[in-house]
């Protein structure tokens, strides 16, 4: 029988769209996503454009031209342009939410032990300077949505004034029953930022109907945006709040209306080319079908998964479905030393020296995990150099 997926074989598109050197196989999207050809060729034009006349292209042209772009994401999020903003990254855009959100000693901020360490440490600051607490809850291993929700609820208490929750978290590869979290903390009244870098083209979901305070993200990575290209999503009644760290004129250049974006989208001589291919990258992820990357994506991570549980003799954090999982998957190695660089992991040197892999080593609470992302450039062929490679590091590397 033909697989409908054709997890075997990705040599053409790989070829066609993206130009990934020729002896390296790239299971790393999660990280830094390698930027397609075409939305490449669309920056370029974009550059070009605005370098043939920088006057004409920021004073009469940019607003009318993010705008359109900016549009065009909304439609792809399925929320208004008016609560979204092009920001570099996730991290940037969570910076804004930090400086913005006013606390006060002895607030509290829940946080979670599957969070984003530079997260923490932007909201570790933050509570520091105000003289509030970060407040970790444990979660317990995953087999129903109460197994995230309980625990969270549990840590609340009358000074808990703001939740830092990862749609799908980075380290263990899980998704999280987002929309469930917000709705329960919203009986609660406390608002939720939703770190969501990985959700983005992975997960299809309504980013207007989800409920969140603030949402934070990136757009490099199963989207293909080109690198430094991100978004900060504000809920309406929160705009009025949003201050930016840095200052620049803060208005409107070509007579548009003044909204709550201003500060943080006029920023000088920033390059807006990367912004202005987004709507490249979304055109091209569509034409590929987004269910048939996200179906085949999750059926290479699952055997992905298999394989990694077998010979390692661990088992992921997340379970084996699609309520939970994506496409990446992370599974834990056996015992052994964490480095003190995060590259310097032996398995992750080793699957690079040996045979030019590139897939990150995660350490979760104490625990080293081997992440594996599966693109539409991936196939199984990938996951055997894999298997093979792991093999021929074993009793040297762990």
Same mark, same amino acid.
């Given at each position: 029988?033909?697989?409908?997926?054709?997890?075997?074989?990705?040599?053409?598109?790989?070829?066609?769209?993206?130009?990934? !050197?020729?002896?390296?196989?790239?299971?790393?999207?999660?990280?830094?996503? +390698?930027?397609? $050809?075409?939305?490449?060729?669309?920056?370029?034009?974009?550059? #070009?454009?605005?370098?043939?006349?920088?006057?004409?292209?920021?004073?009469?042209?940019?607003?009318?031209?993010?705008?359109? %772009?900016?549009?065009?994401?909304?439609?792809?999020?399925?929320?208004?342009?008016?609560?979204?903003?092009?920001?570099?990254?996730?991290?940037?855009?969570? &910076?804004?939410?930090?400086?913005?959100?006013?606390?006060? @000693?002895?607030?509290?901020?829940?946080? &979670?032990?599957?969070?984003?360490?530079?997260?923490?440490?932007?909201?570790?600051?933050?509570? /520091? %300077?105000?003289?509030?607490?970060?407040?970790?809850?444990?979660?317990?291993?995953?087999?129903?949505?109460?197994?995230?929700?309980?625990?969270?609820?549990?840590?609340?208490?009358?000074?808990?004034?703001? !939740?830092?929750?990862?749609?799908?978290?980075?380290?263990?590869?899980?998704?999280? +029953?987002?929309?469930?979290?917000?709705?329960?903390?919203?009986?609660?009244?406390?608002?939720?930022?939703?770190?969501?870098?990985? %959700?983005?083209?992975?997960?299809?979901?309504?980013?207007?109907?989800?409920?969140?305070?603030?949402?934070?993200?990136?757009?490099?990575?199963?989207?293909?945006?080109?690198?430094?290209?991100?978004?900060?999503?504000?809920?309406? !009644?929160? #705009?009025?709040?949003?201050?930016?760290?840095?200052?620049?004129?803060?208005?409107?250049?070509?007579?548009?209306?003044?909204?709550?974006?201003?500060?943080?989208?006029? /920023?000088?001589?920033?390059? +807006?080319?990367?912004?202005? !291919?987004?709507?490249?990258?979304?055109?091209?992820?569509?034409?590929?079908?987004?269910?048939?990357?996200? #179906?085949?994506?999750?059926?290479?991570?699952?055997? %992905?998964?298999?394989?990694?549980?077998?010979?390692?003799?661990?088992?992921?954090?997340?379970?084996?479905?699609?309520?939970?999982?994506?496409?990446?998957?992370?599974?834990?190695?056996?015992?052994? &030393?964490? @480095?003190?660089?995060?590259?310097?992991?032996?398995? /992750?040197?080793?699957?690079?020296?040996?045979?030019?892999?590139?897939? +990150?080593?995660?350490?979760?609470?104490?625990?080293?995990? $081997?992440?594996?992302?599966?693109?539409?450039?991936?196939?199984? #062929?990938?996951?055997?150099?894999?298997?093979?490679?792991?093999?021929?590091?074993?009793?040297?590397?762990?």
């Amino acid at each position: 029988m033909t697989d409908p997926l054709c997890l075997d074989d990705a040599s053409d598109i790989r070829k066609r769209f993206w130009a990934i !050197a020729d002896d390296v196989t790239y299971l790393n999207h999660g990280s830094f996503g +390698p930027t397609p $050809l075409p939305v490449q060729e669309a920056q370029r034009q974009w550059s #070009q454009r605005l370098a043939s006349n920088p006057m004409n292209g920021f004073v009469r042209e940019l607003d009318v031209e993010v705008e359109r %772009a900016k549009a065009r994401l909304a439609a792809f999020l399925k929320c208004s342009p008016t609560d979204l903003l092009f920001i570099e990254n996730a991290t940037t855009a969570m &910076n804004v939410v930090a400086a913005s959100f006013e606390l006060k @000693p002895g607030d509290e901020v829940l946080f &979670n032990d599957h969070e984003y360490g530079a997260v923490r440490r932007i909201w570790e600051r933050a509570c /520091q %300077a105000a003289g509030a607490k970060l407040v970790t809850a444990t979660l317990r291993p995953f087999h129903e949505p109460g197994d995230v929700i309980e625990p969270l609820l549990e840590a609340v208490t009358p000074r808990t004034r703001l !939740a830092i929750l990862s749609h799908v978290t980075s380290a263990t590869a899980t998704v999280f +029953p987002i929309r469930a979290l917000i709705a329960a903390l919203a009986e609660r009244e406390i608002p939720v930022v939703v770190d969501g870098p990985h %959700a983005i083209a992975m997960q299809d979901f309504s980013l207007g109907e989800l409920g969140s305070a603030f949402y934070c993200a990136s757009l490099h990575k199963w989207l293909c945006a080109p690198l430094g290209t991100g978004f900060l999503h504000v809920a309406p !009644a929160w #705009q009025s709040k949003i201050r930016a760290p840095m200052l620049s004129w803060g208005r409107p250049i070509a007579g548009r209306d003044a909204s709550w974006q201003d500060e943080l989208r006029w /920023q000088g001589t920033r390059d +807006p080319s990367r912004y202005l !291919a987004v709507t490249a990258a979304i055109e091209l992820m569509e034409s590929f079908g987004l269910e048939h990357f996200r #179906q085949r994506g999750f059926s290479l991570a699952l055997e %992905a998964r298999a394989m990694l549980e077998d010979l390692l003799k661990t088992k992921a954090t997340a379970p084996a479905d699609l309520a939970w999982s994506g496409t990446m998957v992370a599974v834990p190695l056996p015992p052994g &030393n964490i @480095p003190s660089a995060a590259d310097a992991d032996p398995v /992750q040197m080793g699957l690079w020296n040996e045979a030019r892999i590139e897939a +990150p080593v995660m350490v979760w609470n104490g625990i080293r995990h $081997l992440r594996v992302s599966c693109h539409l450039y991936n196939d199984r #062929q990938d996951l055997r150099l894999l298997e093979s490679t792991l093999k021929s590091l074993r009793g040297r590397c762990w």
